[in-house]
């Protein structure tokens, strides 16, 4: 069975010289939750729109399905479901008529009782009649995932599904995203936290500037994500990391007035009692102490400093 | 690519008519208020000056023509609307991602801003009946000239759609360049009437074939060939559909 979607050497160089995409090669299986994880102009939406044939790529080949989304469109296009990043709707139709008209457009027979079953799993079913424009911005969400699913997609992707919405809308997206899965669908979608990803994806990849830096299980990258470091601030300046702890994880900054420990947050014995224990022998004295998370940021220096 | 989707197609004809029926004070009441309007203004004041044009009584000469002139603002607004729009508030994305072809994303915005200006065509041709008496002696060459001229002008009005960057954009080519063609182009005269230069110029007005062709299968006399219009309107048609050839292969203004 071929990859639900399989990009190789995407690039896109927008008009204005800017290059979106540099190399983007990616292999997402059917039946994954996939989260691509990136800061602010990465190029996740460029790599969307270029999947899903609403941006022209400059170089490189996807195929959806196995199917070529430039020359055969149709097959690849039918596949897709998009919950764009930005809402855009017809405000003076209604929910149905919006809904049902992105199921004809994709040539679908009519299928009332699946819509019904949609409008009702995303709380829409009683705003049926509304008009768009009478609805609050997280139903207008809803609508757009509504008309993403109304054609039974096999892929669907979700633009940072979560940007601006509530606890409701989040769990109920959550509850949907699950039962597609059960169902076999393929879930892709983007974001800017790591939280994110781990709740919910199978496998996350991690995109910047046009480069995919990394793709991982999410179970692979926790163990890297859920490094935490110790950071001790010291009362008086070291010369050397004291001899009780020779092999340790540990380094000297700030002139020998800190002493960072990395450790293993999941782990069963992170270590930071014996540590404790063991500069409190040699006599070495703290004034403070704080833990920090590694961040998004802190992996991405990691990648990129590991690439360079 | 196999397969056609004309349930897609049949999706955007059936909303675009929806749009209209939404609006149908604008789209509809307006023409035939505008054209009421024209017989008053044109057919009262003028009328009791220029009795008959080539035999024809003045009001009733000037119906092709006002026909005319609705059929060419109505399609260019219609069909320039009909894509700016959904380019203007993002809903494009999804035409974008359909599994549709270019053509049949065409068909479907074309024909229902074709339809919609014959339909208001023939709301004026009735109304007009009832200020003055019409004659069709060519009906089946007048309802071709209608269905060829909604398409040709939808067709370009679609092409404005893509290329408008804004609404002045939007409005430009409909108030400058195509209303004062309607205006020289013989709605409300014929060209004979002219002294022998400005004759010559308005031959180089594409509108005057157009005029003269639906004029002529009304009345049986224009003041071209019909076969030089008809030419004419068709040529129209094959140069709006290799600019949308290119548009669409180069993805001009709609894909980034
Ligand atoms: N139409 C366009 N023309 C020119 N440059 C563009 C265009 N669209 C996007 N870009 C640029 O391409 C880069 C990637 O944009 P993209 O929208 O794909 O980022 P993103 O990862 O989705 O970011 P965000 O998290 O903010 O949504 C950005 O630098 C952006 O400025
Ligand atoms: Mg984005």
Known sequence: MPPMIHCVGVAKRYATGFLALDGVDLSIEKGEIFALLGPNGAGKTTLIGVI??????????????GHDVRRDYRAARQA???VPQ???????????????FSRRLFGRPSDPAYVER???????????????????????????????????????????????????????????????RDEGVTVILTTHYIEEAEEMADRVGVIDKGRILLVEDK???????????????????????????????????DGGLSLTYAFDAASEDTGVSTLLKRLA???????????????????????????? | MKGLNPGGVWAIYRAEMQRTVRTIFQSVAAPVLTTALYFVVFGGAIGS????????????????????????????????????????????????SAPLSSTEAVIAYVGAAAT?????????????????????????????????????FSLFGFIIGIWAKNFEQLAMIPTLVVTPLTFLGGSFYSIKMLPPFWQTVSLFNPVVYLISGFRWSFYGQGDVSVVTSLGFTLTFIVVCFAALAWIFRVGWRLRP
């Open chain 2, 116 to 152: 919609k200006s014959m339909i208001i065509a023939l709301i004026i041709l009735a109304t007009a009946t009832l200020f003055v008496q019409v004659r069709i002696d060519h009906p089946l060459w007048m309802t071709a000239f209608l269905v060829l001229v909604s398409v040709a």
């Open chain 1, 86 to 100: 930005e809402i855009a709707l017809d405000i003076f139709a209604t929910v149905l008529a919006t809904v049902s």
């Open chain 2, 49 to 96: 000056r220029i009795r008959e044009v080539d035999g024809v009584a003045y009001g009733s000469f000037i119906v092709p023509g006002l026909m005319m002139l609705s059929i060419l603002t109505q399609s260019i607004s219609n069909a320039s609307i009909g894509i700016y729009f959904p380019k203007f508030t993002g809903t494009i994305f999804e035409i974008l």
């Open chain 1, 80 to 82: 897709i479901g998009l």
């Open chain 1, 118 to 180: 949609l409008l009702k799993e995303l709380s829409l079913w009683d705003k049926r009649h509304a008009r768009v424009v009478e609805l609050s911005g997280g139903m207008k969400r809803r609508v757009m995932i509504a008309k993403a699913l109304s054609h039974q997609p096999d892929v669907l992707f979700l633009d940072e599904p979560t940007a601006g919405v509530d606890v409701n809308l989040r769990r109920d997206m959550w509850a949907l995203v699950r039962r597609l």
């Open chain 1, 281 to 308: 022998e040699a006599g070495v004295d703290f004034t403070d102490l704080e833990t920090t998370k590694s961040s998004l940021e802190d992996i991405f220096v990691d990648l990129i400093g590991g690439a360079a």
């Open chain 1, 219 to 253: 179970g692979a990258l926790m163990r890297k994500l859920g490094k935490r470091r110790l950071t001790l601030r010291l009362h008086n300046p070291l010369a050397a990391p004291p001899e009780a702890l020779a092999g340790w994880p540990i380094a000297l900054e």
């Open chain 1, 52 to 65: 899903c044939g609403i941006v022209s790529m400059t170089a490189g080949k996807v195929l959806v399905a």
